[in-house]
């Protein structure tokens, strides 16, 4: 086989195409030409009852389920929800569940609240004098001292 190279400088540089003269200019109304005018156009979905029917059927579905599942909102407790309870519940719920006076001393909640001495003298205002020197001796650390 003989194997012939070709070059590109050897080749004829003729445009092998031959435009016809206006053809770009008159391009736009021949195609126009050639679409009907009326364009029949089908959807792409054809509604009919039975689909109408299934898409409120999963409508229902879906918020009868949200409503089922969504979880409730609870409402704002007040300025001071326990306001309305009466002391005497109070201490027998702690009673009830076994919670010292000591046990609630030992949070960070009741910490900070006896911080300032304005709070603990509010607290003690209320109590009687003998029943305060009676805690005091019972829990041990005036009896240390006396």
Known sequence: MDKKHIRLDDLKKETPFAVPDGYFENL????????PNEVARK????????RSAGLVAAMSFLLVM???????????LGQEPLSSIS???IVTYL??????????SEHQVVQKAFD????????L?????????????????????I
């Open 87 to 89: 002391d005497a519940s």
């Open 66 to 76: 949200v409503w089922v599942t969504f979880p409730e909102r609870q409402g704002s």
């Open 116 to 123: 300032t001495d304005s709070t603990v003298m509010y607290y």
């Open 95 to 104: 009673e009830d569940q076994n919670i010292s006076y000591y046990d609630l």
């Open 125 to 145: 205002d209320g109590l009687d004098e003998d029943f305060i020197r009676q805690q005091i001796i019972e829990s041990g650390s005036a009896s240390e001292k």
């Open 28 to 35: 736009p109304q021949i195609i126009q030409s050639r679409i």
């Open 43 to 50: 959807p792409l979905i054809q509604w009919n009852w039975q």
